[in-house]
């Protein structure tokens, strides 16, 4: 397979019109499938400097103030976005290379506005994304609520076969808790998608929920005929640390 480099993130995008797969990549054309996967023809040179094989959208969705772009900080930089809450203005995104069984799987990884103001705004990308991030609070009984409201929208307006992975962030956070974690797992067995519970702050999880996604995706896209399916929920079950631990 040939190669190419990644365009660094980060941009921004706060109107429906502006196609998540159009302008971003700094008018570079890259071939794509009728199924949205990047597949770069042949080796480039671009203004960043990662290779990538092969590449996939990602979008973080849930309600406002679970944690979508610190999620998205930890992953990116290792870091964690402390002090005043600054709420997301419509859309924004971020690349990163991750090495996946030795194919380089470049994640576009789209945080969204929680806001219902912007909901116009997200539903435009939906169609795009390979894979979803559905956040909800643990602390925020509220967020876990409108879980079920997420999936409604996202059956809407995703593709069919977008990979859904939903994610009890904060965790960190033990006196202010209010969902349990038996609580997600419960919906999550409900609604048939994989869950585990992440930590922007601590770092649990993050890397993890992340390189499952690129795993799913990338084994779904480059499944040699007699290799056996991808699970993805037994693989996070496997890899995924308790509360307690940090993980980063
Ligand atoms: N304790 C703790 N706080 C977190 C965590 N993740 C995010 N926060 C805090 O929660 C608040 C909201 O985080 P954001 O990442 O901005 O939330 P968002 O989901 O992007 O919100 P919108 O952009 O409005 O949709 C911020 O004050 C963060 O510092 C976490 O894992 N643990
Ligand atoms: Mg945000």
Redesign the pocket.
């Known amino acids: 397979m040939s190669r190419k480099k990644a365009v660094k993130g980060k941009g921004s995008s706060n109107t429906p019109n502006s196609s998540p797969s159009s302008d971003k990549e700094k008018g570079k054309k890259v071939p794509t499938q009728s199924n949205g996967v990047v597949h770069p023809s042949r080796p480039s040179l671009s203004n960043s400097g990662e290779f990538y094989d092969i590449a996939f959208k990602v979008m973080l969705v ?1 309600d ?8 998205l900080v930890r992953f990116k930089d290792g870091a964690f ?8 203005v419509g859309i924004d995104f971020r690349n990163k290379v991750l090495n996946i069984d030795g194919v380089r799987v470049k994640l576009q990884i789209w ?5 219902e103001r912007f909901r116009s705004v997200t539903h435009a990308y939906y169609r795009d994304a390979h894979a979803l991030l559905l ?1 909800y609070d643990v602390t925020n009984k509220a967020s876990f609520d409108n879980i079920q409201a997420w999936l409604t929208e996202i059956h809407e307006f995703a593709q069919q076969n977008v990979v859904v992975m939903l994610l009890g ?2 965790a ?2 033990t006196h202010e808790r209010i969902v349990k974690r038996e609580e997600g797992e419960k919906l999550a067995k409900e609604f048939g998608v994989p869950f585990m519970e ?4 601590s770092g649990l999880n993050v890397e993890l929920a992340f390189n499952a996604v690129a795993k799913e995706l990338k084994h779904r896209e480059m499944k040699e005929p007699n290799e056996p399916k991808f699970q993805l929920q037994e693989y996070v079950n496997k890899e995924m640390k308790g509360v307690g631990c940090c993980r980063s």
């Open positions: 849930g406002s103030g679970v944690g979508k772009t610190c999620l976005l402390a002090g005043s809450f600054i709420s997301t945080d969204t506005a929680g806001q956040l962030n904060k960190d956070v992440t930590s922007a702050k």
